[in-house]
Nanobody, 117 residues
Framework: QVQLVESGGGVVEPGESLRLSCAAS?????????MGWYRQAPGKGRELVAT???????DYADSVKGRFTISMDNVKNTVYLQMNSLKPEDTGVYYC??????????WGEGTLVTVSS
């Protein structure tokens, strides 16, 4: 089993930055190969934000490219999402996911990000 605990959400103004963290723990944590962030805006479905592998291969949604950076600490089994130049449309609940092979096998409970003036 794997447990995911997210932190770092909050309320910011447009143009500001936030850093999200998600720590994986449990007996299978070191078997995780991919971690990622997804988000769900009010009234919308969950969408991919970014994913990263233990080999540091990353992928981003077009809407966040150039503004967000995902990284993974392989020793701490922790994934980070540095979010810069935040926009109101970035508002939503951000969920951390972890995968052994492809589709996410585990999810965190989510952390709320609100971008508003």
């Amino acid at each position: 089993q794997v447990q995911l605990v997210e932190s770092g959400g909050g309320v910011v103004e447009p143009g500001e930055s936030l850093r999200l963290s998600c720590a994986a723990s449990g007996r299978n944590a070191f078997s995780i190969n991919i971690m990622g962030w997804y988000r769900q805006a009010p009234g919308k479905g969950r969408e991919l934000v970014a994913t990263v592998t233990r080999r540091d291969w990353s992928d981003y949604a077009d809407s966040v490219k150039g503004r967000f950076t995902i990284s993974m600490d392989n020793v701490k089994n922790t994934v980070y999402l540095q979010m810069n130049s935040l926009k109101p449309e970035d508002t939503g609940v951000y969920y951390c996911g972890a995968s052994f092979f492809s589709a996410m096998d585990y999810w965190g409970e989510g952390t709320l990000v609100t971008v508003s003036s």
